[in-house]
């Protein structure tokens, strides 16, 4: 499959996914979704002082990525259903990342949760709508 072909399966995923988040009860879909933890990623519900040490305590490696490497930790009363797009856009383009660029992937998509949380009036469709067109720019 050349590159042009995976990308619009990619895309397709993505549209399907987005009209999914607006018609579809979300919280009911990721009521079994575990909160997502991955690529220096924490999506949770509640701050802990566990959570805040891991923070805290950024260990930062040097690689390859494109961002800045740093632990992004989202705190929203909508984790599961931040985790349970997290998780399908995961399955969706696993076979665009590797080891190292996930980190790039993940960070930035966790860095417009953030941003979304700390600039909008909290809301789970615009929080995942916001996500999911960040999502839409790695095509």
């Not at 891991?54 to 930062?60: F, Y």
């Not at 985790?83 to 399908?88: Q, R, T």
């Not at 469709?125 to 999502?135: D, N, P, R, T």
Request: aromatic share 10%.
């Amino acid at each position: 499959m050349s590159e042009k072909d995976i990308n619009t399966s990619i895309l397709n995923k993505l549209n399907s996914l987005e009209q999914k988040i607006h018609e579809e009860d979300i919280t009911l879909l990721s009521q079994d979704t575990k909160e997502w933890e991955g690529a220096d990623v924490v999506i949770c519900s509640k701050l802990t002082h566990s959570l805040e040490r891991w923070v805290r305590e950024n260990n930062i490696v040097i690689g390859f990525q494109n961002t800045q490497p740093e632990r992004r930790l989202v705190v929203t009363k909508f984790s599961k259903e931040l985790s349970w797009l997290f998780c399908n856009l995961k399955d969706i383009f696993q076979s665009k990342f590797d080891c190292e660029s996930k980190y790039d992937f993940y960070g930035i998509l966790a860095q417009t949760a953030l941003n979304f949380i700390n600039t909008e009036k909290e809301n789970m469709k615009g929080l995942l709508i916001s996500v999911l067109l960040q999502a839409k720019k790695f095509i």
